[in-house]
T-cell receptor, first 112, second 114 residues
């Protein structure tokens, strides 16, 4: 069964600190993996996309890594800001399909 | 501005009523999707359409219906047969190209059944 699991479910950190969110998946055959940021009551917005051959990709203070062998990805947030408070969703799509498998998300709260 | 719009932002429905959620995109995308989001759960696919005049059921299609008469529009009707319709509904679109099929999401519609 195709699944995407994220950890932790929720996380609280102080402004300026770094954090790492985890995503494990069982989707096969694999096409790509995306990290989305979703503010409360809004639609998700894409942060990064990674294909099979990519190990790391950065978008400003966000850095995603992918290990296709172990089927794990992480999203590292550097020097967190209050505006980083949101849910972060890992989404995996399979090869040759229009379907996307969504994780349940990690809810991040950044405190001043 | 290019993007996806959803309306209304908030919708209240009495039990037994059908309601229709609007989704429009001007990205010239072939594929469009409807998802339902509940607290503590990942997005669940209701319906998707890869091309005009064609659509397929997702994982939780019961109690919902859609149409795709125009490329830019994909309305979702929540019927009285949907037993627990209170949720946050998200519409998305993608270019449909398999190798780079990023989904772009609308702002969502929060439906509450009174």
């Amino acid at each position: 069964k195709n699944q995407v699991e994220q950890s932790p479910q929720s996380l609280i950190i102080l402004e300026g600190k770094n954090c790492t969110l985890q995503c494990n998946y069982t989707v096969s055959p694999f096409s790509n993996l995306r990290w989305y940021k979703q503010d409360t009551g809004r639609g998700p917005v894409s942060l990064t996309i990674m294909t099979f051959s990519e190990n790391t990709k950065s978008n400003g203070r966000y850095t995603a890594t992918l290990d296709a062998d172990t089927k794990q990805s992480s999203l590292h947030i550097t020097a967190s800001q209050l505006s980083d408070s949101a849910s972060y969703i890992c989404v995996v799509s399979g090869m040759g399909t229009y379907k996307y498998i969504f994780g349940t998300g990690t809810r991040l709260k950044v405190l001043a | 501005d290019g993007g996806i719009t959803q309306s209304p932002k908030y919708l209240f429905r009495k039990e037994g009523q059908n309601v229709t959620l609007s989704c429009e995109q001007n990205l010239n995308h072939d594929a469009m999707y409807w998802y339902r989001q509940d607290p503590g759960q990942g997005l669940r696919l209701i319906y998707y359409s890869q091309i005009v005049n064609d659509f397929q059921k997702g994982d939780i299609a019961e109690g919902y219906s859609v149409s795709r008469e125009k490329k830019e529009s994909f309305p979702l009707t929540v019927t009285s047969a949907q037993k627990n319709p209170t949720a946050f509904y998200l519409c998305a679109s993608s270019s449909g190209r398999i190798v780079d099929n990023e989904q772009f999401f609308g702002p969502g519609t929060r439906l509450t059944v009174l």
